[in-house]
C-alpha cells in the first residue's frame, strides 16, 4: 500500500503558499489565482506566474515560514503507523521546495519522500519548475503523473488532499481521503472518499482498507 499526500492544507492546516504570496507577492497574484479557479491554466502555470512576483530574499521567506507553521494533529503519528505496517508515504505536492522542506525539517521529519515545485531565487523572483517522475518539466499533471508512477508498482495508492489540484489524482486513486474544498468537489462527482479533521481520523480507517478495496472491487 501507498499513501500519495498533498502538503498546503492537508499535512498543515494552513496554506503555507497562499500566505507566502499574500505577504510578499508584488502585482496582481490574485487575479491570477482566479484564473487558475476559472480553470483558465493550470496550477503548475499559476505558481509560476505568480510567484516571479515575490522578491524577498529566501531567508526572509523561510524566517516567515517557520512563524507559520501549524502542522495537522497526529501528523507524525501517522508517519510512524505508516513505517510500522510497511505503507510507503509519499508527499506529492504543487507546493515549493523550500518551505515544504522547512516544515518538515521543524517537525522533526526531513527525511520524507518528497516531490513538489523546484525553486531558483533570483533577481527577477521565483522560478519554478516542475519534473515529472522520469524527469521532464511538465506544465499540467503533476499530482497526476506521481499517481500513475506510484501505481506502476502494483500497490494500491490511497490519496490524501484538499483542494482543486489533487482533485483529478483524486479521482483515480483506490481510495481517498479529503477535507474542504476537494470533499466538496469529489462529492458533487460523485467520487466516493472519507472526510477527516486529522491525521487520527485516517489512521483508524486505514485497519480497514483492505475490506474497503475488496468491496470496491479493486
Not at 503555507?16 to 476559472?38: K, M, P, T
Not at 462529492?187 to 472518499?193: F, G, P
Not at 485497519?207 to 479493486?218: A, H, I, K, N
Amino acid at each position: 500500500m501507498i499513501v500519495q499526500c498533498d502538503f498546503d492544507g492537508t499535512i498543515t492546516m494552513n496554506n503555507l503558499s497562499v500566505l507566502l504570496r499574500n505577504e510578499f507577492a508584488h502585482g496582481e497574484w490574485r487575479e491570477i489565482e482566479a484564473d487558475y479557479f476559472r480553470r483558465l491554466h493550470t496550477v503548475e502555470q499559476s505558481n509560476r506566474k505568480q510567484y516571479v512576483l515575490i522578491k524577498e530574499p529566501k531567508s526572509v521567506l523561510v524566517d516567515f515560514v517557520r512563524q507559520n507553521i501549524e502542522v495537522r494533529p497526529g501528523f507524525l503519528e501517522f508517519i510512524d503507523y505508516c513505517k510500522a505496517n510497511g505503507i510507503r508515504f509519499v508527499v506529492v505536492s504543487s507546493g515549493l521546495d523550500f518551505y515544504i522542506k522547512t516544515v518538515l525539517s521543524n517537525v522533526n521529519a526531513p527525511t520524507l519522500e518528497l516531490y513538489c515545485g523546484q525553486t531558483s531565487f533570483g533577481k527577477n523572483g521565483i522560478a519554478v519548475t516542475y519534473y515529472d517522475p522520469e524527469g521532464n518539466r511538465i506544465g499540467s499533471g503533476f499530482k497526476d503523473s506521481y499517481l500513475a508512477w506510484l501505481r506502476n508498482s502494483g500497490e494500491p495508492v490511497v490519496y490524501i488532499g484538499d483542494g482543486l489540484s489533487d482533485f483529478d489524482a483524486a479521482c483515480t486513486a483506490e481510495y481517498v481521503f479529503a477535507v474542504e474544498p476537494l470533499h466538496t468537489m469529489l462529492s458533487n462527482a460523485t467520487i466516493q472518499h472519507y472526510t477527516f479533521s486529522d491525521f487520527n481520523d485516517i489512521r483508524k480507517h486505514m485497519g480497514s482498507f483492505p475490506e474497503l478495496l475488496q468491496q470496491r472491487g479493486r
